[in-house]
């Protein structure tokens, strides 16, 4: 049982390059979220799923885009990366979307944008 | 809206010493639900703790302990006879059942414990 991973761990991409960020659970989860980390601000919610097929909007969506073609894998894109989307992103999955259930995160994707 | 408030962004502790990370949040939901995650310097996330809000018994694990307080609005974390280990970004949440955001992370507080 891997839990939550995320590929890759480290990237440094250059203003205007587009990567993705492949996240991947074997919990079964239904629901997956994706977060970013800066310095002294904790973590902010940049998109989420709440199954197959289905994605919404978070506090930060401006700028990424995201996927969920498979209930195992949460896609986060940057089409046209900025320097400010420097920056750890986190995955995470839970088993619904109530709010007693524990999100579980990924090691994190650490990405610099130069 | 729901928010969540670490005010001490940093703590530095000599081994042994207990210490007491504050969390403050605010909600407007009767139900809602608080969460503490880790943070090591490897950087992953770890879960510690759920709590509901209608379940206010203190918790203990160990050597950490939670206080939750309605009253105040907190939801209060403290290590006894802290450990080099314990060095980590604590981070307290909060979930609404009603809130359309799933989980709000407060900023966190860096502890370092010196031996």
């Known amino acids: 049982n891997a839990g939550v991973t995320q590929t890759p761990k480290f990237r440094v991409l250059k203003t205007g390059q587009s990567m993705t960020l492949l996240c991947a659970q074997d919990m079964n989860h239904e629901y997956m979220y994706w977060y970013r980390q800066d310095p002294g601000m904790g973590l902010r919610l940049i998109h989420y799923?709440?199954?197959?097929?289905?994605?919404a909007k978070g506090e930060v969506p401006d700028g990424y885009n995201v996927s969920r073609l498979k209930k195992q894998n949460f896609l986060l894109g940057l089409e046209s990366a900025a320097p400010s989307q420097t920056s750890v992103y986190f995955c995470?999955?839970?088993?619904?979307?109530?709010?007693?259930?524990?999100?579980?995160f990924g090691p994190g994707t650490r990405l610099l944008v130069l | 809206a729901q928010k969540v408030t670490q005010a001490q962004t940093e703590i530095s502790v000599v081994e042994k010493e207990d210490v007491t990370l504050d969390c403050v949040y605010e909600t407007r939901d009767t139900t809602y639900y608080l969460f503490w995650y880790k943070q090591p310097p490897s950087g992953e996330l770890v879960f510690l703790i759920r709590r509901n809000s209608f379940d206010e018994q203190n918790e203990i694990s160990g050597r950490y302990s939670w206080n939750f307080q309605k009253s105040t609005s907190s939801f209060n974390f403290t290590i006894t006879a802290s450990q080099v280990v314990d060095s980590a970004v604590y981070f307290c949440a909060l979930s609404e059942n009603s809130g359309n955001t799933p989980l709000v992370f407060g900023k966190g507080t860096r502890l370092s414990v010196i031996a």
């Open positions: 799923s709440v199954g197959e097929g289905t994605t």
């Open positions: 995470a999955s839970s088993y619904s979307f109530s709010a007693r259930e524990t999100q579980y």
